[in-house]
């Protein structure tokens, strides 16, 4: 546990990346993992994950980033993408994913299936996208700390235009909308920031036990 916390501590929001170091296929690998691996509301994971490792697509990502370095200089930018609104065949085929993976007919799971679209397809668009958009900071939040565990360097981001990048990536037409994004990678020795102090509130400011 102790090195859990040591590693949360050792992480911090990089500002700029060694440009020369790469993440191996192998921790690449896991970070996906842990990706794929999070929870999600229902098991829906109703969002898609894009590893951009294109100099070009970087560089066109970063202008629309407000030319944030770490665009550029990370390994790779995870960016994750939730659905705009819930289809009935997402859920279709999350249906087909459960019943194949454990190995029982899909028409065991018509009430599970209609009990998560009465839930969400009935829930305004808005309210819609925000339910999915939120599942993918949970993912985020896997990434951060799994990188950490392997000394791996990444940075959490809204700071970028969604349109630009919904645009950049080709979202829109598959249903998706960019909502966070986390460059990976390795620190530079320049960067100031890993040396600041983590700011965080108190133990007293931030649980009430009840
Ligand atoms: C959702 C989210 C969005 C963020 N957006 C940016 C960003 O666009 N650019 C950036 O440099 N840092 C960004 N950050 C990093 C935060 O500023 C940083 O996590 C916070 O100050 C705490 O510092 P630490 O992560 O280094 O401990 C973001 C963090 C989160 C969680």
Redesign the pocket.
């Known amino acids: 546990m102790k090195a859990h916390l040591e590693n949360l501590n050792w992480?911090?929001?990089?500002?700029h990346f060694d440009e020369s170091k790469k993440i191996s296929a192998e921790d690449l690998s896991d970070l996906k993992e842990a990706v794929r691996l999070t929870a999600s509301s229902y098991g829906l994971q109703p969002y898609q994950v894009f590893i951009i490792e294109d100099p070009k697509v970087k560089e066109q990502l970063r202008a629309a980033?407000?030319n944030?370095p770490?665009l550029t200089e990370a390994s790779q930018i995870f960016v994750f993408a939730a659905y705009t609104e819930v289809k009935e065949e997402y859920i279709k085929d999350y249906m087909q994913n459960v019943a194949v993976t454990r190995g029982i007919d899909v028409s065991n799971l018509d009430q599970f299936a209609e009990m998560i679209k009465g839930a969400s397809m009935s829930l305004p668009k808005e309210q819609q996208a925000n339910w999915m958009a939120k599942q993918t900071?949970i993912a985020?939040g896997n990434l951060l700390n799994v990188a950490a565990t392997l000394k791996i360097d990444s940075?959490?981001?809204?700071?970028?235009n969604v349109e630009k990048f919904n645009e950049i990536l080709g979202l829109n037409n598959k249903g998706l909308t960019a909502t966070?994004i986390a460059p990976v990678g390795y620190r530079s020795k320049e960067d100031a920031?890993q040396h600041?102090i983590?700011?965080?509130k108190q133990h007293t400011d931030l649980f009430t036990t009840i």
């Not at 992480?11 to 500002?15: D, G, H, L, P």
């Open positions: 992480r911090y929001a990089t500002k980033a407000f944030q770490q900071y985020l940075c959490p981001m809204e700071g970028f966070v920031t600041h983590k700011v965080r």
